[in-house]
């Protein structure tokens, strides 16, 4: 198929940040690739009234719970996007995340401002095909674009990294996050570290080996990145 062929159903999961959930449903509202749906999965009972949007109500603070029960309420669709309730996404994130996704058996990551180590710490950045079996990473509570990268590279989903930056994350107390540089290396070292102490193998170990190679290796110096390789890598 095409991009244009493929029906992407759009996820936000509100959580934490309830004062900026409208934003991040207009920004899936106002995609060059208009949505198949738009389901806005929320714990609490304040009403919403967005044209186009349905809203789930489900009392839970796991991830993976809300996100299986939102996949349910948002069927007939070929594909799945996360979005979460602080981030917004750039009108062209869709249209290139279905680039790939057309191709069948896709698990899409984009890039975010700022940038992040790609191993499913921002779930904003997020695509997967309806194909991928959400099995484990639906009983995940927390870190949940990390269970479901993992849970794609076990099911051999194609695993696609576009760096370019459609995903725009909001960095608390300063507004959205566009033009912060430098901090994120600590962030990324740290979602790194956190990856492998969580997933003690050696699939775990070569997919971030890959990333950190391939995706941020010219950033790094030689000395920092030795440092990250002695975690097992």
Request: aromatic share 8%; proline share 5%; charged share 25%.
């Amino acid at each position: 198929g095409t991009p244009l062929d493929v029906r992407v159903g759009v996820i936000v999961l509100e959580h934490h940040y309830r004062g900026f959930t409208e934003e991040a449903v207009r920004s899936a509202l106002s995609q060059s690739l208009r949505p198949g749906c738009v389901l806005l999965s929320t714990g609490d009972d304040r009403p919403y009234d967005i044209p186009g949007v349905r809203v789930q109500r489900l009392k839970t603070d796991s991830e993976g719970e809300r996100l299986a029960a939102a996949v349910k309420d948002c069927p007939g669709v070929d594909a799945y996007a996360l979005l979460e309730d602080d981030d917004v996404w750039a009108p062209g994130h869709l249209e290139r995340a279905a680039r790939w996704l057309a191709r069948g058996r896709v698990f899409y990551q984009s890039g975010t401002t700022p940038p992040m180590l790609p191993l499913g710490g921002n779930v904003s950045s997020v695509a997967f095909t309806a194909d991928l079996d959400l099995g484990k990473a639906s009983s995940y509570p927390t870190l949940l674009g990390r269970a479901l990268l993992l849970s794609a590279v076990e099911q051999r989903l194609t695993v696609v990294y576009d760096p370019e930056p459609t995903v725009i994350r909001r960095v608390h107390g300063q507004g959205l996050s566009v033009g912060r540089k430098g901090w994120w290396l600590e962030e990324r070292d740290r979602l790194l570290r956190r990856l492998l102490e969580d997933f003690q193998d050696g699939q775990a170990h070569e997919l971030a080996y890959l990333y950190l190679l391939r995706d941020y290796g010219r950033g790094l110096r030689l000395r920092r990145a030795a440092g990250l390789l002695r975690w097992g890598l």
